[in-house]
């Protein structure tokens, strides 16, 4: 996708739908993210404009008329596919 500093996990070009796979740790989940007991400021820091990234890319992508979907990793994938199913229906009527 032209224009986003980052690659969705899956891309449905023709209904515009981007689907993005994101790891507890690396993008803060709320439910699992841990802070290290190492290093405390490097990963805060880290782990905040991982954040402002994805709300950057979700803007850019929402602003060209995208569908943008975060599933966490611990998501149960068959929730998940079921989500991202709606979606394509809909966007695909």
Not at 15 to 44: L, Q, R
Request: proline letters at 2%; one cysteine or more; a positive charge.
């Amino acid at each position: 996708m032209k224009g986003v500093r980052s690659r969705a996990d899956l891309v449905f070009t023709k209904a515009k739908i981007a689907v993005f796979v994101d790891g507890c740790f690396w993008h803060g989940c709320p439910e699992h993210f841990f802070m290290p007991k190492t290093n405390t400021d490097y990963w805060s820091t880290k782990i905040g404009r991982n954040a402002a990234r994805d709300k950057a890319v979700n803007q850019t992508l929402l602003d060209k008329g995208w569908t943008v979907m975060r599933v966490w990793e611990h998501e149960d994938s068959s929730a998940a596919a079921d989500r991202i199913e709606a979606a394509w229906k809909q966007a695909t009527r």
